[in-house]
């Protein structure tokens, strides 16, 4: 189109410098200014009949829209019908979310727009499965990284260990948020493992716990699923609310739910010598009668004095012990202990440097 406006144009000014050159001289006559003049009156005319031009593409193009639902592009021909989109979904996949349980089949009866003390459940769904979002051909087992946000600020970002080769190739997490027990689907699937941080596993053991601690008014929580940096699976929602305290006691519900199936974390490594200087550490330091002792990481974890490749000072070990209360109940706690670096390179005497929480556990499923 431009190509042929520059020849109309170009030949009009021709045509006028013809006449111009023929036509008697007159003494007011400015050749300059009656070029320019005529071409922009060439100009003005192409640039009306473009004007028309588009209006009447335009008046088309939305007569179409009104006939086809979604517009041209949805047709089925372009195999691109049009879909609805969920409430809470973002970028990558879709997190929605509900009052009730979701079908992941049937995703229905979605919100992302909560009361205090509604129950929450959550679906987070992947373009792809996970196996090819997370390029894991081959792999019996995998972790999906999941951030979880609270008005914008990031609370936690923690794995959740998909064991079966189902759950790897699926397209979908269940995500309880804010669960009824008798309707919660995660902690009870052998082959998903949340992981725990402190006594808390991730979930809705922890979510609960965070949504009791809310403050009066309307708050955004958001849940990611993220590889490399990539999101993979992104959704939000908000809850409103004067008194956030009803999910203390959905928490404590749910908490005491998984106590009865829970089990020692699984040992990383196994060191005899080890455990039992572990065991007398603990002793010294006032623990009642301890049962057993089970080391978490396979290997020491180097502590630097400013991270990169600064000097090493030291370095530090999880287990997970377990003990008999003075009550007569089970639990275990994450301890870590740590050896600094001496002047000649050799670690020093095991120390304890930290304790976590006591979790409980059923005297059973200690040895399990």
């Known amino acids: 189109m431009k190509v042929n406006r520059v020849i109309v144009t170009v030949c009009c000014v021709l045509c006028s410098i ?15 200014k009656s070029l320019s003049d005529a071409v922009n009156k060439v100009e003005k ?10 209006d009447a593409l335009n008046t088309k193009s939305k007569a179409s829209e009104a006939a086809t639902p979604g517009g041209a592009a949805s047709s089925a021909s372009a195999g691109n019908l049009p879909q609805a989109k969920l409430p809470g979904a973002s970028s990558g996949g879709g997190g929605v979310f509900s009052k009730g349980p979701i079908d992941p089949g049937n995703p229905t009866n979605l919100t992302n727009s909560f009361k205090a003390g509604d129950n929450i459940y959550g679906l987070l769904q992947g373009k792809k499965t996970w196996r090819e979002l997370y390029k894991a051909t081959g792999k019996n087992e995998l972790g999906l990284l999941v951030f979880f ?7 936690t970002n923690m794995y959740v260990n998909l064991r079966s080769p189902q759950s790897i190739d699926s397209k979908y997490l269940v995500l309880d948020v804010a669960p009824s027990p008798e309707m919660m689907v995660n902690y009870k699937d052998p082959g998903i493992l949340f992981t725990e941080s402190r006594g808390l596993r991730f979930g809705p053991m922890m979510f609960t716990k965070e949504l009791s601690q809310l403050s009066p008014g309307k708050h955004t929580i958001r849940f990611e699923v993220k590889n490399y940096g990539e999101d993979l699976s992104t959704g939000e929602f908000q809850i409103e609310g004067s008194d956030f305290s ?11 739910e998984d106590t009865g199936r829970r089990t020692m974390p699984a040992p990383g490594m196994t060191n005899k010598e080890l455990e039992k200087e572990m065991t007398a550490l603990l002793k010294n330091a006032g623990w009642p009668e301890v049962v057993r002792i089970v080391i978490k990481d396979k290997d020491w974890w180097l502590d630097r004095a400013s ?26 706690r994450i301890v870590t202990f740590q050896q600094m670096k001496r002047i000649d390179g050799s670690f020093g005497k095991l120390e304890i440097s930290f304790t976590g929480d006591k979790v409980p556990i059923p005297k059973d499923n200690i040895l399990k």
């Open 307 to 332: 991270g990169g490749n600064s000097p090493i000072v030291s370095r530090h070990i999880d287990a997970a012990a377990a003990a008999r209360d003075n009550d007569g109940s089970y639990y275990y």
């Open 246 to 256: 009803v999910y203390a006691a959905l928490h404590d519900k749910i908490r005491s």
């Open 149 to 155: 946000y609270i008005d914008g600020q990031k609370k």
């Open 18 to 32: 013809l006449i111009l050159a023929f036509s008697p001289p007159s003494p007011a006559f400015d050749l300059r």
């Open 45 to 54: 005319t192409l640039k009306n009949a473009d004007e028309k031009k588009q």
